[in-house]
Structures are given as C-alpha cells and as structure tokens.
C-alpha cells in the first residue's frame, strides 16, 4: 500500500484508538491543541506547516485564540492516508515539544 491510498476504516479505527484526541470528523483526521497564549499558537501554526512542506502535504489549519484545530487528509485519495496518520503523528509530537 503507497502513503497517498486511502485507509480501509479498520486501519482508521486503529489508529484512533492510539492516539488520543484525534477524530475522523469531514473525511480527515482532526485535532485541536490547546495553549495559553495566542502567540503559541501561532508558533505551532508555523512549525506544522513547516514541517507539512517538507512532505509536500499541507494540511487544513484553523487559528484561534488559544487553540489551532488540524484536519489531515489527502484529497486526491478521497481520505485518510498513511501520509495523514504519519503527519498527525508529526504533528502531536511538535506540540509535546512546546
């Protein structure tokens, strides 16, 4: 299976349920990150999205005060990729660097 094919709902269910707070919500894997301060948010903002263009997969990023919500999907794929689980993974361990 390539990174960019779209998961069986098993896979999906699997990954979920090791990893907290994230939902399948819209076709895309979708958390929001809370933080005390809107720079903060800003600063993860920027890092998520640095580390997305490395990987040539950008994900939906939504930036309020004191949260970021982060949809991971692969349009082409019509859902959920490897390349997803593997970014929201990315994408929890930045902000358990902050």
């Not at 979708?30 to 999205?49: D, H, L, R």
């Amino acid at each position: 299976m390539g990174k960019r094919e779209q998961l069986d709902a098993d896979r999906i269910k699997a990954f979920l349920g090791t990893h907290p707070g994230w939902e399948l919500a819209d076709g895309g894997l979708t958390k929001t990150f809370t933080f005390s301060a809107y720079p903060a948010c800003i600063g993860f903002a920027v890092e998520v999205a640095f580390a997305a263009e490395k990987k040539d997969h950008h994900p939906d990023l939504g930036v309020f005060f004191g949260r970021v919500s982060v949809r991971w999907s692969t349009h082409d794929a019509g859902g959920v990729t490897l390349l997803d689980t593997e970014m929201a993974e990315a994408t929890d361990g930045l902000f358990n660097r902050s």
